[in-house]
Every structure is written in structure tokens, then in C-alpha cells.
């Protein structure tokens, strides 16, 4: 099981980014699929996810509006697409995945790489 995440950079304030995560060895609609990220000096946050099964989604209040999970119809690739990024958006985002259904405090099973994300002018 692997997962690999791409698509962050550096962005100015208010930019757009578009993350992937592909996945590999299992197939995405048997697990629960987040996006968390571990900013400069704060714990790790759960942004979007997945429930699995019915494919419900959550959001952070923090990006709520800003943000939007999805996924390819191969069930291979999650997509996290960012807008009117800020400054305190910078941060290593990761994609993870996990068995159960939900997760609520982001301690998935498999994680990415990580993708680093700085939002500057």
C-alpha cells in the first residue's frame, strides 16, 4: 500500500493550488481518505477527508470553503483543491488512508510523503 502525494509550491497569498494523492496497492473507496497537514510549530491537522463507504466529506472549519476533496472515478486518486490560500495555509500536507470508517483525530494507517505548501508574497 502505498500513497504519493504531489502538488504543492509556493503560492502568493489568495493563489490556488491542486493537490493529488495516488494510491497504490488497495483501492481508495474501501478506506477512509484524508488530507492533513503539520504546519511550522503546530500539531498536525486534519483538513478534508473521506468517509468510507458512502464518501461523506469533512472539512476543517479553518479552510471550510476553501477547500474541496475529491477523487477519480478509478478510485486511484484523491484531489485536494485549495483556494484563496493565506499565509497561515503554509504547511507539509500529507494524504493518508485507514480501514476504519472515520477518523477524527487524523491516525490513519497509511500515510504519504508529504507535499510542502508556502503561501508568501
Known amino acids: 500500500v502505498q500513497l504519493q502525494a504531489s502538488g504543492g509550491g509556493l503560492v502568493q497569498p489568495g493563489g490556488s493550488l491542486r493537490f493529488s494523492c495516488v494510491a497504490s496497492g488497495f483501492a481508495l473507496d474501501y478506506y477512509a481518505i484524508g488530507w492533513v497537514r503539520r504546519a511550522p510549530g503546530r500539531q498536525r491537522e486534519g483538513v478534508a477527508s473521506?468517509?468510507?463507504?458512502?464518501?461523506?466529506?469533512y472539512y476543517a472549519d479553518s479552510v471550510k470553503g476553501r477547500i474541496t476533496i475529491s477523487r477519480d472515478n478509478t478510485n486511484t486518486t484523491v484531489y485536494l483543491q485549495m483556494t484563496s490560500l493565506k499565509p497561515e495555509d503554509t504547511a507539509v500536507y500529507y494524504c493518508?488512508?485507514?480501514?476504519?470508517?472515520?477518523?477524527?483525530?487524523?491516525?490513519?494507517?497509511?500515510w504519504g510523503q508529504g507535499t510542502l505548501v508556502t503561501v508568501s508574497s
Open positions: 473521506f468517509r468510507k463507504g458512502d464518501g461523506t466529506t
Open positions: 493518508a488512508a485507514g480501514p476504519r470508517t472515520h477518523y477524527t483525530k487524523n491516525e490513519y494507517t497509511f
